[in-house]
């Protein structure tokens, strides 16, 4: 069987937790306040009996008559009261009524060898029992409802600190590297929630270091590899005709398209790039790109629209759209355009896995092959510079005829462009759209 996990809040967990103990406790103090005024007031009406039946006692013993309100021998006097007072001692029994006032025997032997007992409803002790208990019930209730609005309040400061540590830390993990966990969470209180913040930022600027320090190293090491690649490229223009110059050579561009997408996959990452934004009309851009970039596919148009883009990046993205249609999967291929929406699809084997959970990564390919002519940074070049476009781009599969899902099972890959409606500025950054402000109300009783 399947074991159902119920997910909650920090805010409820405390606030149930506090609500808990509040009434652990006042249940526990009610009952001890309760047992304590019981026992209370009924040893003071004992007191009471055996102070009143003593001082009737005496007036008995004078007019051989019980007094009033007395009884000598009663019948229905408690047989451990009875016995006790046939053996010459006085003594008091409290006799309980469900639902009713106690009842309270008092007896004491007379000289004659009687028996002189008095009994008394005590109903007031009662009611101030009832009225006590009521009082201990609302308290207590006051004190869980105040418990559990004390645990909202604190429960809501920690959970919402935490969540702004969380969104905060999700953008850290998207690549923003001005955010900043302790500064989001903010507050005047420190606590452990800031302690978890600055070691969320040590570590992001641990990563971070790590991350640049990589970057320059692969871009140091392309950039050095570029004389070279290209010295070697002029060497094997030299070489005399044959298979063997064929293979040097088309493996020496294969070097140089290797080491120039390295080069443009750091300055991407560097975040350095802007974009030289142009009006292009999307359908027409695209169409007239697709035919020289790959004449087999098909474009449909379905409607066009005027974008702020850049032409030299958006034609990038397009080719290694295409390119990886071309390598990794099937005709036909068609190219759909839909306003500021461009969708690349093929009729292969589809995406792997791993690219649709975690998105493109360098040096890592569809393809089992080791020995194929992809190296994994198609789609990463393409994914960075829809990032300089302010666009997205997002991957699918196509679910095979039938909805099965399984392996093998798919009718093509769809890579989804979108352009956004407002381009992004020099710097990087998007514009501010101001709203125009509403008119002012005229004054009553003014006319304009």
Known sequence: MRRVRLRTGIRWKISFAIAAVGALIALALSLVVHNAARVSMLQSAREVQMERVQFLSKSAEVTKKPPLGAKLNDPDLPRELREKARSGRRGSYVQEHPGGAPEVWAAVPLGNGQVLSLHNSFQENANMMRALDEALVVGSVSVVVAGSALGVLI???ISGRLRKAAAAAGKVAQGDPHVRVRDAVGGVVRDETDDLARAVDRMADALQQRLEAER???ADIAHELRTPVTGLLTAAELLPPGRPTELVRDRAQAMRVLVEDVLEVARLDSASERAELQEVALGEFVSRRVTVLMPEATVRV????????????????????????ARYGRQPV???????????????????????????????????????VGHGLGLTIAAGQARVLGARLTFRNVAAPGGIEREGACAGAVAVLWLPEHAPTATGSFPIIQLPEPPKPTPRGRRR
């Open 216 to 218: 320059r190293v692969t």
């Open 302 to 325: 379905v409607a066009d629209e005027i974008v702020a883009t850049d032409p030299r990046r958006l034609e990038r993205i397009l080719g290694n759209l295409l390119a990886n249609a």
């Open 155 to 157: 429960g809501g400061q």
């Open 334 to 372: 068609q190219v759909d355009v839909e306003g500021r929406v461009v969708r690349v699809r093929d009729h292969g084997p589809g995406f792997p896995e791993a690219l649709l959970k975690e998105g493109p990564s360098r040096f890592r390919t569809g393809s089992t092959d080791r020995a194929g």
